[in-house]
């Protein structure tokens, strides 16, 4: 079945890094993906998505790029602030079928001043 | 704010009980979906339902139940509570099926259940 592996967290940076974190998917056909963000007592907020092969999903500073080759779609940022301390979520929906989203584990990052 | 509520937001019971949990999905949106949230096995997908009618089920277990109102509300009814059922329950929702917004899910803030 549809599934997702995300980089074991918890990943721990100082303000300003720069940030990676590693999602690949196994999917038949052509799913889109999706990260969400999860804030500490809230929701999942969409944070970006991608639907076919080589887009670019952006959002506050966030990039993936949707990569068919190697199944991945792996969340990067520049320079990472404090306000950026959540659990993030790489997750897909199948084109053909249930149209749920499968999530992965989740990886939570905090960031230090 | 989201704009899907659900309620309660806390809900402590005891094992062996049932309860009730309401979700009301953001205006415009004819789908909703149930997840469930726990430490040791993630999110995982329960059900969804589009306009009223189930669409698809997931790792619901048979002791839980949802439906979908005509004025699009949700409620998952939770039975025969054990210790391993205390974990946050999300409601999400979306426009519908097919069309650009279809696959584009709002969640709610959630409703964290513990049973003792």
């Known amino acids: 079945g549809d599934s997702v592996t995300q980089m074991e967290g918890p990943v721990t940076l100082s303000e300003e890094a720069f940030l990676t974190i590693n999602c690949t998917y196994t999917a038949t056909g052509y799913p889109s993906l999706f990260w969400y963000v999860q804030y500490p007592g809230e929701g999942l907020q969409l944070l970006l998505k991608a639907t076919k092969a080589d887009d670019k999903g952006s959002n506050k500073g966030f990039e993936a790029t949707y990569r068919k080759e190697t199944t991945s779609f792996h969340l990067e940022k520049g320079s990472v602030q404090v306000s950026d301390s959540a659990v993030y979520f790489c997750a897909l929906i199948a084109v053909q079928g249930a149209q749920k989203l499968v999530f992965g584990q989740g990886t939570r990052l905090t960031i230090n001043p | 704010d989201s704009g899907v509520t659900q309620t309660p937001k806390h809900l402590i019971t005891a094992t062996g009980q049932r309860v009730t949990l309401r979700c009301s999905p953001r205006?415009?949106?004819?789908?909703v979906y149930w997840y469930q949230q726990s430490l040791d096995q993630g999110l995982q997908f329960l059900i969804q339902y589009y306009n009223g009618e189930e669409r698809a089920k997931g790792n619901i277990l048979e002791r839980f139940s949802a439906q979908q109102f005509p004025d699009l509300h949700s409620e998952l009814n939770l039975s025969s509570l054990e210790l391993g059922d205390s974990a946050l329950y999300f409601c999400a929702s979306s426009v519908g099926v097919g069309g650009p917004g279809a696959n584009v899910l709002t969640f709610g803030a959630g409703s964290r259940l513990t049973v003792l």
């Open positions: 205006s415009g949106d004819l789908s």
